[in-house]
């Protein structure tokens, strides 16, 4: 008999990075969710096996609702034989259309897949609960949302602007592999912690576009190769939107514009004040700006700290 393929046990633990109440949801949502809640925990997993991470069929049960989004909830879950093999797992918050919101997790998955990256969570496998509900397995990450880590005093102006510059360079790396995004919003960015450093992690890629498969699609449909679908380019203006907006808020916490004066001088604030504002995602495709360029500016500006 062939042993059982065991998932990876050195995994992360995923921020609860949504409250746990759900008061700011509306009543029919927040009735359909606790509904999704209770039918799911505990659901044996059936996965779609592939090459690399690979789950036994039926050997993961669903626990805590740990996070939830517009569409999706983020559960906690184990593998029953090896119950320290913690990940998660997301999955529809509701069940209709079961057949066509699977179709999308695959497709979510194989694009997640190809973005593999030291600041990309990582996407272990595909499959689907009782019912056909559909799910992917992703590592358990132990950290909090971006948002938070710019809040946290403890952490200094210099580590939070290098974690700023660490979104735009993965960015830039997913860009440089035509892979888009779409949703980089700050809850979609973790900082966990290791030996005392902070490391991103960019999650969710529901809204992500691969260009190859786009120029595909196209090309099925048309018979040729010709433009890509706009969709590529709303993406991109998306991802650099969301740089500009991640250093707005960067600048606009914790006083940080004024420690980052007080500490490297005028000139110095002055040339962040600039990067931010010379964003551009808007107007004419040759006017978005340049996400390895801006990587470039934030780098730069991460080594006069000297934290680059």
């Not at 995994?11 to 209770?38: F, G, N, Q």
């Not at 918050?93 to 979510?108: G, I, K, L, T």
């Amino acid at each position: 008999t062939c042993a059982l393929p065991i998932l990876r046990d050195q995994t992360l633990t995923l921020v609860e990075s949504h409250e746990k109440s759900d008061h700011w949801l509306p009543r029919a949502d927040y009735e359909s969710r606790i509904s999704i809640c209770d039918q799911w925990a505990g659901a044996k997993a059936e996965t779609i096996l592939s090459p690399g991470d690979l789950f036994p069929e039926h050997d993961i049960e669903l626990k805590a609702v740990i996070g939830r989004g517009a569409a999706n909830l983020i559960f906690k879950a184990q593998q029953i034989r090896v119950p320290s093999n913690q990940f998660a797992i997301k999955t529809p918050s509701n069940c209709n259309h079961p057949q066509m919101r699977y179709a999308r997790f695959v497709r979510e998955y194989n694009i997640h897949r190809k973005a593999e990256h030291p600041n990309v969570v990582r996407n272990f496998s595909y499959g689907k609960l009782k019912e056909d509900q559909p799910f992917l397995a992703m590592e358990y990450l132990e950290g909090i949302p971006f948002g938070q880590f710019l809040l946290q005093s403890e952490y200094s102006v210099e580590t939070k602007f290098v974690t700023l510059t660490q979104a735009c360079s993965t960015i830039a790396d997913l860009h440089d592999r035509g892979i888009t995004h779409g949703d980089m919003s700050p809850d979609n960015l973790v900082v966990t912690q290791d030996q005392g450093n902070s490391h991103l992690k960019l999650i969710d890629f529901g809204k992500a576009i691969w260009q190859e498969t786009a120029k595909r699609t196209l090309s099925c449909a048309t018979n040729k190769v010709g433009d890509l679908p706009s969709n590529i380019e709303k993406n991109r203006r998306r991802d650099t939107r969301a740089i500009a907006y991640l250093l707005y808020s960067f600048l606009s916490m914790q006083d940080h514009a004024m420690l980052l004066e007080g500490k490297y001088g005028r000139q110095f604030i002055d040339e962040v004040i600039s990067l931010q504002s010379s964003i551009r995602w808007e107007g004419d495709a040759s006017e978005i700006s340049d996400t390895r360029t801006l990587t470039s500016e934030f780098s730069k500006l991460a080594e006069q700290t000297g934290c680059g």
